[in-house]
């Protein structure tokens, strides 16, 4: 591990963190949505993208600040996961496996489509 390497997943780390932030901040403001529709967006972005950079075989540096750093910080499965829980707790069981399916179907499809794009 060098200082280069630590500062390039930081600097993401940083701009995805303010990234998914941001994304946050603009669905909180809008009620139409009723699911966790932030954490559903970034994922299923951030899904696509890493492998976009995977199959595009992204030079290692890159693949830290934008893959390890950015995707890193912008997506988010601790939050996911609250939130399902959250959805079990309060009766939403069909919801539930809704969103279950298509954050983990649509996340593997959109990271093989990303793959697929970059390869």
Known sequence: MTLMNVLLVAAG???GSMARYATSAGFARSAA??????TLLVNLI??????LLAGADAVPSFMLLAGT????????FSTLSLELVKMVKEGYIKAFILYVLV?????????????WIGH
């Open 13 to 15: 780390g940083f701009f």
């Open 33 to 38: 949505f009723k699911w966790p529709a932030a």
């Open 46 to 51: 951030g899904a696509f993208l890493l492998g």
């Open 69 to 76: 750093g950015f995707m890193g910080a912008f997506t988010t």
């Open 103 to 115: 954050t983990y179907g649509g996340g593997i499809t959109l990271a093989w489509l990303g793959y």
